[in-house]
């Protein structure tokens, strides 16, 4: 946990976590083009309240806009589930969690493995622009564009490890991964919890509704950010998600303590009458 004003550079955190909460694992996954930067304050919250909790940094990110195109999404989904595996390994309940992408990510995992429950903050499942469906095409006549940006940002600019381009041939992966997350929705049995921006410009509302209507979930909360842009997790929101998350992560924690209610017996019959 940091308390220095020096900028911080882009790296994987990992908490063992303490107390009565050590045994609760939580993955964390940051978002495209960005860094565990994005979430790390959510980080630190979780690990303050003793939680383990692992974020990954993502392969091709965290160093220069270049290496983005250096790999594909398997290997982004990979990066994120074999910390969830080693962080599960060694709780006694393990959830996922994630901004942005790494929501799509934390989602794909809930539906590959056996997660106590999954949060994620602006999934994304689908884009604002309808050029995407081209994007195979269009990778080979530009080779960069400029990230999305929030019409009226509602949080103070932070160096959060973001790139000033992406290029197209990541953009082309990043469809993939939604597609093929959007095919595994209805694996995921895990609760989920979503937290969606009301003035996010980056991922657009028919994610939350691709959600709603594929997940396999039936336990599914969706919870509104009514002053925060889509980098919620350093937004004026962000006190919510935290708090919300981590009484998401410890009730469904003690749930999974209950001991089993035994079957009620069945009540005598009375005896039959001669």
């Not at 990954?56 to 595996?85: I, K, N, V």
């Not at 539906?111 to 106590?116: F, I």
Request: include cysteine; charged fraction near 15%; hydrophobic fraction near 40%.
């Amino acid at each position: 946990m940091t308390g220095s004003s020096t900028p911080l550079a882009p790296a994987a955190f990992n908490y063992p976590g303490h107390g009565g909460n050590a045994g609760i694992g939580v993955a964390l996954c940051h978002g495209f083009t960005g860094s565990p930067l994005s979430v790390l304050p959510w980080a630190e919250h979780l690990a303050r309240q003793g939680f383990a909790v692992s974020v990954p940094l993502l392969p091709g990110h965290g160093t220069d806009w270049r290496d983005l195109s250096r790999y594909g999404w398997q290997d982004w989904y990979r990066a994120f589930e074999a910390s969830y595996l080693e962080l599960a390994a060694g709780t006694r309940e393990c959830y996922v969690a994630g901004l942005s992408m790494g929501g799509t990510i934390a989602l794909r995992t809930a539906a590959r493995h056996d997660v106590a429950g999954v949060v994620v903050v602006n999934p994304g499942l689908s884009f604002y622009d309808r050029r995407v469906r081209y994007i195979g095409l269009l990778k080979h006549l530009q080779r960069t564009t400029v990230p999305a940006q929030e019409a009226n940002p509602t949080a103070s600019a932070t160096e959060d490890g973001d790139y000033s381009l992406t290029p197209l041939e990541a953009v082309h992966q990043l469809s993939r991964l939604f597609r093929a997350a959007l095919r595994e929705l209805p694996a995921v049995a895990a609760p989920a919890l979503v937290f969606k921006s009301a003035t996010d410009s980056v991922v657009p509302p028919s994610s939350v509704e691709l959600l709603r209507n594929r997940l396999g979930s039936r336990e599914l909360e969706v919870v509104s950010l009514p002053d925060s842009g889509h980098v919620a997790t350093l937004d004026v929101d962000a006190p919510l998600i935290f708090e919300q998350s981590a009484r998401f992560f410890l009730h469904h924690a003690a749930a999974a303590r209950q001991p089993a209610s035994p079957p009620e017996k069945p009540a005598p019959s009375a005896p039959e009458t001669p």
